[in-house]
């Protein structure tokens, strides 16, 4: 069995109805006949737990990459808009300009 902590481990290994040989993310190794051998002495983690932490951060990353795409064509949109404006403001300030001209005529 693949146990998640030590604890686990050793009761898999040391319950009377179990008794079956179990390991660690880590790589500890607990033997119903009472061995314990192996472990991790490295600070980095099991290669297990290295390959789940990939797995997550590599979601992460798709999940922000999807969310700038998003971002960008809101942008997008927003400055095609942005841009109709300023072109609608500028007829509004032509007109504005010619009927003041209009009425000093008047």
Not at 66 to 91: C, S, V, W
């Amino acid at each position: 069995f693949v146990c998640t902590d030590m604890n686990s481990a050793k009761q898999i290994a040391f319950s009377q109805g179990v008794k079956c040989k179990s390991v660690t993310l880590d790589g500890e190794m607990f033997n119903p006949s009472g061995t314990l051998t192996g472990g991790s002495s490295n600070k980095q983690g099991s290669i297990l737990q290295n390959i789940q932490l990939y797995q997550q951060k590599n979601k992460q990353y798709g999940d922000i990459q999807n969310e700038m795409r998003i971002i960008q064509q809101k942008l997008t949109q927003f400055n095609a808009k942005n841009e109709k404006k300023n072109k609608i403001k500028q007829q509004i300030d032509m007109i504005t300009h010619e009927l003041n001209i209009l009425k000093e005529r008047i």
